[in-house]
């Protein structure tokens, strides 16, 4: 009898960069077909990947109820068990950081907008 061996694929999760931004806003326009960020890029601070591939990331944004939250953009290649399992490392990082971007909607939005004009150069 054959043995099938399944190798179960381990996502890393990392803080984002400055340097990761570019990556992450074709994900964005990618999977929100768009040819310029927007504000509901948000202000990205955590990122998985699969081995050197950045395959999802969680971002900072200010709600419809003008409140800080976060939204998820993924390239779709993640189960649903793992986009939970990310999901919820980016909740508790959420809940844990007390940076101003993180409490302040006021600095968030700011910082949002200065992310947004730095990504579509006019």
Sequence with gaps: ??????????????????SDMLVLKNIFLETQNLKKADQ?????FLLAKNGRETIAFASLIV?????????????????????????????????NNNTPNFKDQEQLKSSISSMISW????
């Excluded at 068990?81 to 909740?91: H, L, P, Q």
Aim: hydrophobic residues 30%; aromatic residues 16%; glycine residues 2%.
């Design 63 to 95: 709600n419809e109820n003008d409140e800080i939250s976060f939204k998820i953009y993924d390239k779709n290649k993640m189960t649903e068990a793992e986009k939970r399992n990310f999901f919820s490392r980016a909740e508790r990082y959420f809940k």
């Design 1 to 18: 009898m054959e043995t099938i061996t399944q190798h179960q694929k381990q996502f890393q999760y990392a803080e984002a960069y400055v």
């Design 40 to 44: 509901n890029f948000g202000l990205p």
């Design 119 to 122: 990504l579509n150069p006019e």
